[in-house]
């Protein structure tokens, strides 16, 4: 685009900025910004490569037209663990389904009170919010596994989502709060002399307004959820309950026979949802970050 | 491990309590029914709050001045735990190199992120394009996936040193090597400037145009623009990014663990505090020792976080002085 063509509502600032970068400028710019781009990808591209050469050519030949191709690393990695992985596809795909609706369900309750309703502690407890998003949860792990491990509920999923459905991913409540801030107070009010007490107005109201906040905490609770590693490592120690994280590093430390071609097949596989996600979901993701701050 | 710590807003929006919608309602019968309803909707917080931070956070205070293995009943044992901590080689060593990483991935991360953020910010064409391109890796940067990647990456027979003999370089054994295994985890951290790039751009976008339009007119060139201009209007999201970076760099777990397989080696120079700890209390099941260590981890971050904010007083601009 030339520069005299960059006009409308921009044109007269693009103008008073005087010398603007050049065209010549503008183009080695450009060079340099995808060149960078294409470092950065380059290691997914050849993970996705390499996992279909045959498994002794993963490393030997390094480039990225493979002189052969093949499933096999498919097929290998998939039976590797004794289990499928779609198994463990399966339960990644529950915890990450039951988190999102524990965060939506229990966060969004807490947001409402928190933001539109009066009443005694209200500032105590919003501060309390806050400051729990702070707490590292490695203060909190060596009990939690204590207590679940005395209620036999080891190698079940309860651990991972009881802890959703009582409104401990506090980020979420305060990003919920924060957009439930923008909505007019006009609407509420309308509402209430209509006859709606608070529990009609967060139904028929607020929530429905909420959309874009609640979307934000669906796609966040995703991905964190279908990477995480920690947790389900600690309370998940048979294979067939595993997560396909905690089957992965199973399968780096089990240097199976099938080797870096099989892993590297998985390994794709289970960041296909979150590309999937991304794409899908790019400009919620993108505004998600920027007015909030998530990772 | 990034997931947990999850961030407070940005500096951008403030953080008290919304205002109440009206004090004299106080003491009404309507006030009274709000203050019932609000309890009903914050059941599961409380719920929450009591039996999955409250509770074990009194409960990992108590273990940690015991010894305590999960099968007999914990025994009360003073400052052991603390006693062992200072004479912990491994202990000391896992703190060495998590500060080391702490101190040497954030910034260099957030250079990065500010850098291309600058660059990105003036109108670019395609800046939707590069702006997915560099985010990607922050989103898949935290799974095992990824560590995967690395190990191959920074094998000895790995994509790096593959590179690096096309220059006519010879490479080394990255990760068996104690002196670099960590430098790779550091890098795979910068690899993930892509989500405090986006604050960053959220925030130069905010800068008013007026501001340069003034500086200007006043004669300033594009390099006095952005160091009287840029930099000071950006302090507050540098450091935003700063603490929360920080914090999370602090607790860094899978890719350490998928790296070393676990072990944090080689010789303990990927052995993260957090790492250790888990060895201590899942593998060793040393509860009362691990827990020592998450109120030490706990106790240190909040000092670090304070010690930022207590320096923010110096280079952090508001924009009403």
């Known amino acids: 685009m030339a520069t005299t063509t960059t006009t409308a509502p921009t044109t007269e600032t693009t103008s008073i900025r005087a010398p603007r970068a050049s065209r010549p400028g503008n183009l080695r710019k450009h060079i340099a910004l995808i060149a960078f781009a294409v470092l950065m990808v380059y290691p997914l591209v050849w993970m996705v490569v390499s996992s279909f050469k045959p498994g002794n050519l993963v490393l030997s030949q390094p480039g990225l037209i493979p002189s052969e191709v093949?499933?096999?690393?498919?097929?290998?990695?998939?039976?590797?663990?004794?289990?499928?992985?779609?198994?463990?596809?399966a339960n990644s795909l529950f915890l990450t389904v039951g988190s999102i609706v524990g965060n939506l369900f229990s966060c969004s309750l807490a947001a409402y009170a928190l933001a539109r309703l009066d009443f005694r502690g209200r500032r105590?407890?919003?501060?309390?919010?806050?400051?729990?998003?702070?707490?590292?949860?490695?203060?909190?792990?060596?009990?939690?596994?204590?207590?679940?491990?005395?209620?036999?509920?080891?190698?079940?999923?309860?651990?991972?989502?009881?802890?959703k459905f009582l409104a401990t991913d506090a980020f979420f409540i305060f990003l919920m709060v924060q957009f439930i801030r923008t909505i007019p107070r006009e609407l509420d009010q309308a509402a209430a002399i209509d006859g709606a007490g608070p529990f009609?107005?967060?139904?028929?109201?607020?929530?429905?307004?909420?959309?874009?906040?609640?979307?934000?905490?669906?796609?966040?609770t995703f991905i964190w959820t279908w990477n995480d590693f920690f947790t389900p490592l600690i309370y998940l120690t048979s294979?067939?309950?595993?997560?396909?994280?905690?089957?992965?590093?199973?399968?780096?430390?089990?240097?199976?026979?099938?080797?870096?071609?099989?892993?590297?097949?998985?390994?794709?596989?289970?960041?296909?949802?979150?590309?999937?996600?991304?794409?899908?979901?790019?400009?919620?993701?993108?505004?998600?970050?920027?007015?909030?701050?998530?990772? | 491990m990034s997931a947990p710590t999850a961030p407070p807003s940005p500096a951008l929006s403030g953080s008290s309590p919304p205002e109440p919608a009206n004090r004299t309602t106080r003491r009404t019968p309507k006030w009274r029914r709000q203050g019932r309803a609000a309890h009903v909707f914050l059941i599961p917080w409380l719920l929450g709050l009591v039996l999955i931070t409250a509770v074990p956070l009194l409960a990992s205070l108590y273990l940690a001045f015991t010894d305590y293995n999960l099968l007999d009943p914990p025994?009360?044992?003073?400052?052991?735990?603390?006693?062992?901590?200072?004479?912990?080689?491994?202990?000391?060593?896992?703190?060495?190199?998590?500060?080391?990483?702490?101190?040497?991935?954030?910034p260099l991360q957030l250079a990065f992120a500010l850098g291309l953020a600058i660059v990105?910010?003036?109108?670019?064409?395609?800046?939707?394009?590069?702006?997915?391109?560099?985010?990607?890796?922050s989103l898949l940067g935290a799974s095992v996936a990824i560590a995967i990647l690395w190990r191959q990456l920074f094998g000895h027979d790995g994509l790096i040193n593959s590179g690096l003999a096309l220059l006519g370089i010879e490479g080394e054994s990255w990760l068996q090597n104690p002196s670099t295994a960590l430098s790779t985890l550091v890098v795979l951290n910068v690899w993930t400037f892509g989500s405090p790039m986006i604050i960053f751009l959220a925030g130069l976008r905010q800068i008013p145009e007026e501001l340069y339009e003034a500086a200007r007119v006043d004669g300033a060139g594009r390099w006095r623009q952005f160091l009287s201009i840029t930099v000071p209007m950006l302090t507050p999201i540098i450091f935003f990014n700063l603490v929360l970076q920080t914090i999370g760099a602090f607790q860094s777990f899978t890719q350490a663990h998928i790296i070393s397989g676990g072990r944090g080696g080689p010789l303990d120079s990927t052995l993260f505090y957090t790492l250790y700890l888990y060895q201590q209390g899942f593998v060793s099941f040393n509860m009362g020792y691990a827990s020592a260590m998450a109120w030490a981890l706990l106790v240190v971050i909040g000092i670090v976080t304070a010690i930022h904010f207590l320096l923010s007083k110096y280079w952090v601009f508001y924009g009403d002085n």
């Open chain 2, 75 to 106: 025994t009360w044992t003073g400052l052991e735990n603390f006693r062992r901590m200072g004479e912990d080689p491994r202990f000391w060593a896992s703190a060495w190199v998590t500060l080391k990483y702490v101190l040497v991935s954030v």
């Open chain 1, 70 to 89: 093949t499933l096999e690393n498919y097929r290998n990695g998939w039976g590797a663990l004794g289990e499928p992985f779609s198994l463990f596809f």
């Open chain 1, 200 to 220: 009609r107005t967060f139904w028929f109201v607020i929530l429905p307004l909420m959309k874009p906040a609640l979307v934000t905490t669906t796609i966040f």
């Open chain 1, 239 to 295: 294979v067939e309950v595993y997560t396909v994280p905690v089957a992965l590093n199973t399968m780096v430390n089990a240097e199976t026979q099938s080797g870096v071609g099989a892993l590297f097949a998985m390994s794709l596989l289970s960041l296909a949802p979150i590309l999937v996600f991304f794409a899908v979901a790019q400009k919620y993701l993108i505004r998600g970050i920027a007015t909030t701050g998530l990772k």
């Open chain 1, 124 to 163: 105590i407890y919003f501060g309390i919010t806050l400051a729990s998003v702070m707490l590292p949860m490695h203060v909190l792990v060596v009990p939690q596994y204590i207590f679940f491990s005395q209620l036999d509920l080891l190698n079940t999923y309860f651990p991972l989502l009881i802890p």
């Open chain 2, 120 to 137: 990105l910010d003036r109108g670019i064409k395609g800046l939707a394009l590069y702006r997915s391109v560099y985010y990607l890796p």
